[in-house]
């Protein structure tokens, strides 16, 4: 059974104190691994995009990473505005999109 | 970039009652829509895969008599809660691709049944 698993279920950093999310995943096979944010009472929006192990994307202070097993989301110097829920999805060779449960970013200043 | 557009955002409704949801693409021609439902502090669960000019393809445990989906044209899909009851309640989230493109979702549709 295709999984995605996020850690951890919640995060509170001080600003500019950087950390790491986690996603793994235990896929029939894996088409890309997508990052989204979501706040609250909103639809997802997408931020990245991760096809082959190795690959690493960025954006301001994100930096998404892929292995064979799991993806990270490194954040770096956190300002308020980056909390919200990060989730991270599987698109599998079964044509499915499989979504982890999500991490709750809180970033206080 | 892609837009999805998703409405209404809030709806509240007596027990019962029927329910429509739009979900309409803006900016490019969408053949497949998908439905996500998602409660408090979970995931994106799939309901149902939309095919515009064809049935929908539903999710295991998924009622379709219940969620009625209707992809009329290229742009517009609808999901209509039928006879809904409180456990149906719950935040519920379309989303579309164009080829080649991640997927975008709407800003989702908050349903209260009372």
């Known amino acids: 059974e295709d999984q995605v698993t996020q850690s951890p279920e919640a995060l509170r950093l001080q600003e500019g104190e950087s950390s790491s999310l986690n996603c793994s995943y235990t896929v029939s096979g894996l088409r890309g691994l997508f990052w989204y944010r979501q706040d609250p009472g909103k639809g997802p929006e997408f931020l990245f995009t991760?096809?082959?192990a190795g690959e690493e994307k960025e954006k301001e202070r994100l930096k998404a990473t892929l292995t064979k097993k799991e993806s990270f989301l490194h954040i770096t110097a956190p300002k308020p505005e980056d909390s919200a829920t990060y989730l991270c999805a599987v698109h599998t060779y079964g044509n499915k999109l499989v979504f982890g449960a999500g991490t709750i970013l809180r970033v206080k200043s | 970039g892609a837009v999805v557009s998703q409405h209404p955002s809030r709806v509240i409704c007596k027990s019962g009652t029927s329910v429509k949801i739009e979900c309409r693409s803006l900016d490019f021609q969408a053949t497949t829509m998908f439905w996500y439902r998602q409660f408090p502090k979970q995931s994106l669960m799939l309901m149902a895969t939309?095919?515009?000019?064809?049935?929908?393809?539903?999710e295991q445990g998924v009622e379709k008599d219940k969620f009625l989906i209707n992809h009329a044209s290229l742009t517009l899909s609808t999901l209509t809660v039928t006879s809904a009851h409180p456990e149906d309640s719950s935040f519920y989230i379309c989303?579309?691709?164009?080829?080649?493109?991640?997927?975008?979702f709407g800003n989702g549709t908050r349903l209260t049944v009372t």
């Open positions: 991760l096809y082959s």
């Open positions: 989303s579309a691709r164009e080829p080649g493109s991640p997927l975008h």
């Open positions: 939309s095919n515009e000019g064809s049935k929908a393809t539903y």
